[in-house]
T-cell receptor
């Protein structure tokens, strides 16, 4: 079956522009996560959605970052007024949360964002 | 979630076993040990997880010490395609919630 799909795979934008990154999770997965990875760095947690619960936004670095998940499926990460330090790979993951330890995260291959 | 400590890098000869250690001395009773790996330019890939018993699947084995303060991921016959960054993470298993990734171990499998 299909894995986690992210689009676009690459995005180049000018400083100050807004960007939207899309994530299609695995069908039936109730939990969805966004991470980012700057060049040569580890994964940085951004935000986590679980079903109808309020999302865990504790990792969002500034109010320029927001995310939504419509209909419990597709998610969009929006970065407003992009800055050069926003350049990174943005990774999405989904899992069958609620089934505890048998629900590993499945990651997409990310969107590489370059802010010029 | 408990913090983990891993060596920054390791080398392994192709065809030999790769043994990747992880310390998690502050792990609590309901936290599981998870291993993921990230091959260059790809998203992380789940490998294996366990609570206190040793676990084995088609990818690897996980050995957890009796006191659960450390564990070892074993790739029994490493190949060049196993070159990746390996992340050891502890997390409460009966809930959802984010995984917090550390810096991981960069494993280089050499011919």
């Amino acid at each position: 079956g299909a894995g986690v799909s992210q689009s676009p795979s690459n995005k180049v934008t000018e400083k100050g522009k807004d960007v939207e990154l899309r994530c299609d999770p695995i069908s039936g997965h109730t939990a969805l996560y966004w991470y980012r990875q700057s060049l040569g760095q580890g994964l940085e947690f951004l935000i986590y959605f679980q079903g109808n619960s309020a999302p865990d936004k504790s990792g969002l670095p500034s109010d320029r970052f927001s995310a939504e998940r419509t209909g419990g499926s597709v998610s969009t990460l929006t970065i407003q007024r992009t800055q050069q330090e926003d350049s990174a790979v943005y990774l999405c993951a989904s899992s069958l949360a609620g089934t505890g330890h048998n629900s590993p995260l499945h990651f997409g291959n990310g969107t590489r964002l370059t802010v010029t | 979630d408990a913090k983990t400590t891993q060596p920054t890098s390791m080398d392994c000869a192709e065809g030999r076993a790769a043994n990747l250690p992880c310390n998690h001395s502050t792990i609590s009773g309901n936290e599981y040990v998870y291993w993921y790996r990230q091959i260059h330019s790809q998203g992380p890939q789940y490998i294996i997880h366990g609570l206190k018993n040793n676990e084995t699947n088609e990818m690897a084995s996980l050995i957890i010490t009796e006191d659960r303060k450390s564990s070892t991921l074993i790739l029994p016959h490493a190949t060049l395609r196993d070159t990746a960054v390996y992340y050891c993470i502890v997390r409460v298993g009966n809930q959802g919630g984010k995984l917090i990734f550390g810096q991981g171990t960069e494993l280089s499998v050499k011919p």
